[in-house]
């Protein structure tokens, strides 16, 4: 008889996020923060974090980060949230199957 083991490995990690002022970023009110923070172009933060125009309307939805109001035309990405609600992001390590 044959005795399999198996090994599993948790890794856990932080992610810091520093915002410098960018090209495209503005300082304004955010309402569910309460306070006046940068923002974003939704375009910055899918170049930034290299995620996907679904996976950030996906975070917006969900509430994580907030939507900032300009002006009729102008939606942008409150900066406070993005660093107090960090997403998570889960890959697999070669070999393993999911």
Known sequence: MTV??????TI????????????????TWCE?????VVALTPESIIKAFRISP????QILE?????????GALSV???CNSISTNPIENEFLI?????
Not at 4 to 9: A, D, E
Not at 54 to 57: E, I, K, V, Y
């Open 32 to 36: 569910r923060c309460r306070d006046v």
């Open 54 to 57: 679904d996976d950030l309307r």
């Open 12 to 27: 856990q990690t932080r992610q810091t996020v520093v915002v410098i002022p960018l090209r495209d970023s503005f300082n």
């Open 4 to 9: 399999r083991t198996r090994t599993q490995v």
């Open 76 to 78: 942008w990405v409150c």
């Open 62 to 70: 969900g509430g994580k980060w907030h939507l900032v109001e300009s």
């Open 94 to 98: 070669e070999g393993e199957r999911p």
